[in-house]
């Protein structure tokens, strides 16, 4: 298992020039978890993508049927104390610190391709190149 973050979720379900990494990321592990938080972030990148004319409405909710598909009974409440405490220390956003605070929950890596929480904590994110690439 790993906790995918909404870019992840975003290149595996919106076609772009990311996917083919995404699709080797769930070609290692197909078994994503994130926290509930991920809905209303995927849910954004889809209004952004819609509003800016990229896609139409029926590629965005065939996207997010893709990724409501993959993480379908994988999605969990994070505990908010853990969350905040994580922000504190790395001054990552509380949105971030939500998928770090789940993949240290459940001791498996975060697969993220964000710069500040791959730098914040090496020790849980692990890059998407990297992930595809070790397993």
Same mark, same amino acid.
């Given at each position: 298992?790993?906790?995918?973050?909404?870019?992840?979720?975003?290149?595996?379900?919106? +076609?772009?020039?990311?996917?083919?990494?995404? *699709?080797?990321?769930?070609?290692?592990?197909?078994? &994503?978890?994130?926290?509930?938080? &991920?809905?209303?972030?995927?849910?954004?990148?889809?209004?952004?993508?819609?509003?800016?004319?990229?896609?139409?409405?029926?590629?965005?909710?065939?996207?997010? +049927?893709?990724? *409501?598909?993959?993480?379908?009974?994988? *999605?969990?409440?994070?505990?908010?104390?853990?969350?905040?405490?994580?922000?504190?220390?790395?001054? !990552?956003?509380?949105?971030? !610190?939500?998928?770090?605070?789940?993949?240290?929950?459940?001791?498996?890596?975060?697969?993220?391709?964000?710069? +500040?929480?791959?730098?914040?904590?090496?020790?849980?994110?692990?890059?998407?190149? +990297?992930?595809?690439?070790?397993?």
């Amino acid at each position: 298992m790993i906790v995918a973050d909404t870019n992840l979720v975003a290149y595996f379900s919106i +076609q772009s020039e990311q996917s083919a990494l995404a *699709e080797a990321v769930f070609a290692a592990d197909d078994s &994503w978890a994130a926290p509930l938080l &991920w809905r209303s972030e995927f849910r954004n990148t889809l209004v952004n993508y819609l509003r800016a004319g990229r896609m139409s409405l029926d590629l965005a909710l065939h996207s997010l +049927q893709t990724a *409501e598909d993959v993480l379908e009974r994988r *999605e969990y409440p994070v505990d908010s104390e853990k969350v905040l405490e994580l922000a504190a220390k790395s001054g !990552c956003s509380g949105y971030d !610190c939500e998928y770090v605070a789940l993949a240290m929950d459940f001791g498996v890596p975060l697969v993220t391709s964000d710069k +500040q929480i791959l730098r914040e904590f090496p020790k849980i994110a692990v890059s998407l190149e +990297q992930f595809a690439k070790k397993n």
